[in-house]
């Protein structure tokens, strides 16, 4: 009851089912961030950061520490669906939050488009008789029928895959534990820092790779309105599920960085077929090691871990359509399943679309990855903005260390690494956010400016009567 009134203090109602529990929070925050990420883009990182590829993961957790505890106070503040597009909105102004989801579109809206390339490509590597295309329809099919029938079914779906790649990460902690102790390996802490490669520009341009694999905490702010415990829930989630995936992403990447079988090829022509840890794991434990792996990070993309995306992207694609910020026929939800119905099937349209047309471009899997970090990034910028505007400015708040100082570090730290990034990321990203200002302004020029519910009196014609399926 007390969440239903927190949603109607904004002119909204509880259409989604609170059905999920804290440990189906952390599940799905893991299952979206993989605990297994790193192994599809350990050489990238690896050979961007000099070898100090342990070091990039580490300041990747510290940074979005920051970015996390900035999350917990807005979703406290506003305990509801849309993530920065409702935290920039009603901390800052209506304009700034469509802008800023506008921005976090080009993170949630790619990501489930990437998933589905990267896992297709590895299986038909594996079995070259399926093609990518068939790979890409199968894994699609599968995801938006499970996300269709319930937000239950996806929780339940997702914590048995969590635990099989759990189990084969365990497995090759290991076996490459095993390897280093027993000479395969060479026992070193350069994966951490290396005088020979080291600045701070280097870490930074890994770091914005590396933030791929974390991209996904986040996500769990999506799920405010379906969640037991409302907002305390939500941030004690974002922060274990962070801190959890750290640890297991430096655990990993360390032990693969002292397997690798040639260090400096790697550093010097890079891993453009994607193969580096896979190489590592053969070291440690054979092909059959090896395999396990690789054939594991595509089944973990291309099904759970993009099913949970396109719970987050609909969820947003949702909430801003309830405002009136995006086509009124995205905001249905049916009545059977309690789901956004509309917009989960166009999640799972646009996703197949878009892995079929970026399997054509040599580059599509890299620059993918490049604009789904700044638009990420970007997003996280102006959440920690809104948390000082909103608490610090507007409520007079005075506990300057959650609302001033560590906000202030998140947003250095993040400015630092979106200043390192990919230029082809950076050029494309500004572009997309000059059309999210297009879009505004032809928004205003049509009547329509953006109006948050609860931050206005609401206009009878503008009431979120949300029509049900």
């Known amino acids: 009851m007390y969440e239903q009134n927190e949603l109607a203090r904004y002119g909204y109602r509880q259409e989604l089912a609170r059905k999920l529990r804290f440990r189906d929070l952390l599940a799905y925050g893991l299952v979206y961030m993989v605990p297994i990420a790193p ?31 900035s999350y917990a106070q807005m979703v406290k503040a506003f305990p509801m669906s849309g993530s920065v597009y409702n935290y920039a909105g009603r901390g800052i102004s209506a304009p700034v939050g469509f802008l ?52 239950r079914m996806t929780a339940v779906v997702t914590r048995v895959m969590l635990v099989g790649e759990l189990l084969v990460l ?27 490669t080291f600045t701070w520009s280097v870490v930074a341009g890994a770091v914005s790779i590396a933030v791929l694999s974390f991209l996904g905490f986040d996500g769990i702010s999506m ?7 409302g907002a305390r829930q939500i941030g004690r989630a974002m922060a274990a599920v962070l801190v959890l995936a750290g640890v297991l992403f430096i655990g990993q990447t360390w032990l693969s960085a002292m397997l690798v079988p040639n260090p400096a090829l790697l550093l010097a022509d890079g891993d453009a077929n994607g193969t580096a840890f896979y190489d590592a794991a053969q070291v440690a434990g054979g092909s059959w090691l090896a395999t396990l792996c690789a054939v594991a990070t595509a089944v973990a993309w291309g099904l759970p871990n993009s099913m949970v995306a396109q719970v987050a992207t609909s969820r947003l694609l949702y909430a801003m359509a309830r405002d009136r910020q995006l086509p009124a026929f995205l905001a249905r939800v049916s009545i059977r399943r309690s789901v956004p119905i509309n917009a989960t099937l ?26 789904i970090n700044f638009g990420a990034m970007v997003a996280f910028l102006v959440l920690h903005v809104s948390v000082v505007v909103h608490h610090l400015i507007r409520g007079r708040s005075r506990n300057w260390w959650a609302h001033l100082v560590m906000p202030t570090f998140g947003f250095v730290i ?55 399926v």
């Open 39 to 69: 192994m599809a883009i350990f050489g990238s990182v690896y050979a961007g950061s000099g070898g100090m590829v342990a070091l990039a993961y580490a300041i990747g957790v510290v940074a979005l520490v920051f970015t996390a505890f």
């Open 414 to 468: 993040l400015a630092y690494v979106v200043v390192n990034a990919n230029i082809a990321a950076q050029r494309l990203g500004l572009a997309w956010l000059a059309l999210g200002l297009v879009v505004l302004a032809g928004l205003y020029l049509s009547g329509r400016r953006p109006v948050l519910s609860g931050l206005a009196p609401v206009q009878p014609q503008q009431r979120r009567d949300v029509e049900r």
């Open 100 to 151: 800023a989801g506008w921005v976090i579109l080009l993170d949630y809206v790619l990501v489930p488009g990437l998933l589905y390339l990267v896992a297709s490509v590895a299986m038909h590597a594996t079995v070259p008789a399926v093609p990518v295309w068939a790979w890409l329809l199968g894994f699609v099919a599968v995801n938006t029928i499970v996300n269709s029938v319930g937000i």
């Open 223 to 229: 799920l405010a309105e379906e969640a037991k415990g």
């Open 170 to 196: 365990a497995v090759f902690v290991a076996v490459a534990g095993w390897a280093v102790a027993s000479g395969k390996g060479r026992l070193s802490w350069e994966a951490f820092y290396n005088p020979d």
């Open 346 to 371: 166009l999640t799972g349209v646009v996703s197949l679309v878009l892995g079929l047309y970026m399997a054509t471009r040599s580059d599509g899997i890299t620059l993918l990855s490049s604009l």
